[in-house]
């Protein structure tokens, strides 16, 4: 039997505690959070056997201890389980950038206990009551070790983040902060920086707002995620973060470059070469102009749960253009995604699996 500690036990804290209550019934799970009513929704839910003090030894009894609070209280934690962890203990934690954690494990000499983690998985929604014990499944989990972590605690924890249903990646933590700098904090500062543009370019009558629905607010609705988180992923991975900001400020004045000159065949180059690489990268193949319909379900993991709905709506001449599990679900709710040709089958849909009690998200923004 293990025991796990949990720094926060919010969104993303609650539903790892939830996956491995679902998976490891016999695990003993302790929990600090500064909101005590989550404690006492994760107690009153069987989800964790006790809660701890702020500073409280029995963190020092822990196989693994999850930091799941906001940076700034995770690295002051690090320092304080320095002092009280067994030998054995694997410390982790599951914030966006890695890079500013791993410098102070290294610091601390904590480098041979600690992996830090990024579960690609989560929601515009926060706090204990809007975790799942699906959360995290099918979704990929980022782990960057510590240079002097070895092989077989790796193996070990790597072991136990698969056990809980999600596809575990191990990456260096220069690697994870440049790779989410691309394809997860730039999206999400264009997004933000294209939503103020239109803000500012639009007139009293605000015929810009009126106007904007289907392919606007589809790439732009990231931008409704949390401003108190962003400003600190930014400043986080300030410096991967202002690298592909370069690279994207340089395509950006090559392609207006383009259009002052109407080079009509670079123009053509650049959309055909975006739209072949966009296809090849999830079942969704609709670009930013179409409108796209899609539901999100939260299903477990189990044979036949995918072929069960496509039946079920098949059974209504209900037509599916695209269904598969999300892997990277940062900030989409549900772990299956489905895209139907029309609205009126979205919406069909919607009521026929919400009347045989599945949880259905329908994309608002």
């Known amino acids: 039997m293990k025991t796990i500690g949990f720094i926060g036990l919010g969104l993303i804290g609650g539903s790892i505690a939830k996956a491995i209550r679902k998976y490891h019934s016999d695990y003993h799970l302790l929990a600090y959070d500064s909101n005590k009513e989550n404690l006492a929704a994760a107690l009153s839910d069987n989800i964790i056997d006790a809660v701890c003090e702020a500073r409280d030894s029995r963190f020092g009894t822990c196989d693994y201890v999850f930091l799941c609070a906001p940076v700034e209280i995770n690295l002051q934690y690090l320092e304080y389980l320095k002092s ?73 924890f790597t072991q136990l983040i698969a056990s809980l249903g999600a596809i575990p990646m191990v990456l260096t933590s220069q690697e994870h902060d440049f790779i989410t700098a691309g394809v997860s904090h730039l999206p999400h ?105 899609v539901l999100y379900l939260d299903i477990a993991d189990e044979a036949g749960g995918i072929a069960t709905i496509a039946t079920t709506l098949a059974m209504d001449n209900i037509s599916i253009k695209n269904i598969g599990i999300i892997h990277n679900r940062e900030f989409e709710e549900g772990v299956l995604q489905i895209e139907f040709y029309e609205e009126e089958a979205m919406n069909r849909a919607y009521g026929l699996l919400k009347k045989r009690n599945y949880i259905v998200y329908e994309r608002t923004k």
């Open 84 to 156: 009280v962890r067994s030998s054995d203990c694997i410390i982790t934690d599951v914030g966006s950038v890695k890079s500013i954690i791993h410098e102070r494990a290294e610091a601390l000499g904590m480098e041979d206990c600690f992996i830090g983690g990024h579960p690609m998985a989560g929601s515009e929604k926060s706090g204990f009551s809007h975790s799942s014990d699906r959360l995290i499944e099918n979704a990929y989990y980022i782990l960057t070790p510590g240079g002097e972590v070895h092989i077989d605690k790796l193996t070990e």
């Open 189 to 293: 500062i264009i997004a933000s920086a294209l939503v103020n543009l239109i803000n500012m370019l639009d007139n009293d009558a605000e015929y810009m707002k009126t106007i904007a629905a289907g392919g606007f607010r589809d790439i732009t609705r990231i931008a409704s995620s949390s401003p108190v988180m962003w400003e600190q992923i930014c400043i986080e991975n300030q410096k991967n973060i202002s690298t592909v900001l370069d690279e994207f400020i340089r395509m950006l004045i090559q392609i207006r470059c383009s259009i002052d000159n109407k080079e009509a065949e670079n123009l053509y180059e650049m959309f055909a070469s975006s739209k072949e690489y966009r296809d090849s990268i999830d079942i969704t193949a609709s670009g930013p102009i179409s409108k796209s319909f």
